[in-house]
């Protein structure tokens, strides 16, 4: 694309030609002032313009660094959600663990506890049941059964020979058994 000032720079150049020949002409010189001050403010605006087409310029190179630089920016922008996604989630399964192994360690120690509870309620029935105090109740009681079991075999023992002493009498009396 051809700039505009190099456009306007070879129609400068025919203005000053053009002037310097009517100068030689001698009465125009009020119109080739004019003229020349003209060419000064076209070759002032061909300077500005070519000031600004630069500026133009180095602002299109800025907007598409800056577009890049956006578009990385969106990449990782994107790259850095996925990876926030994927943490939650592990948090979310690591919580769903913890949470899993509360309730197990909960039942457990429930279990426990209660296995805890027989197991003092049987060792508490035990302790009663073999007090001193008890087992000399318990020696005493077995003691008086000893005896009174003497006693009975005693009464038995002689009921039986009673009855063998009249068994003996039976034959003689004719009477069989």
């Known amino acids: ?3 505009k000032g190099e456009d306007l720079g070879p129609k400068a150049e025919e203005l000053l030609l053009l002037v310097k020949q009517l100068q030689k ?3 125009l010189e009020p119109r ?4 020349v001050s003209r060419i000064n403010k076209l070759q002032q ?3 500005e313009q070519t000031n600004l087409e630069d500026i133009h310029w180095q602002k299109e190179e800025a907007l598409r660094v800056a577009q890049v630089q956006c578009q990385e920016a969106e990449s ?3 790259r850095q959600h996925g990876l926030l996604q994927e943490v939650q989630q592990r948090i979310q399964d690591l919580t769903m663990g913890i949470q899993e192994e509360t309730l197990k360690q909960r039942k457990q120690r429930l279990e426990f506890e209660q296995q805890l509870d027989e197991l003092m309620e049987k060792h508490k029935t035990l302790q009663e049941g073999h007090t001193m105090d008890k087992l000399a109740v318990e020696i005493q009681n077995m003691s008086d059964s000893w005896e009174r079991l003497l006693r009975e075999d005693e009464l038995i023992q002689a009921k039986l020979m009673q009855l063998k002493q009249s068994c003996m009498c039976w034959p003689r009396l004719g009477l069989a058994p």
């Open 76 to 78: 990782e922008s994107h």
């Open 32 to 35: 080739i002032e004019d003229l």
């Open 1 to 3: 694309m051809a700039k």
């Open 45 to 47: 605006v061909t300077k």
């Open 25 to 27: 002409a001698g009465d």
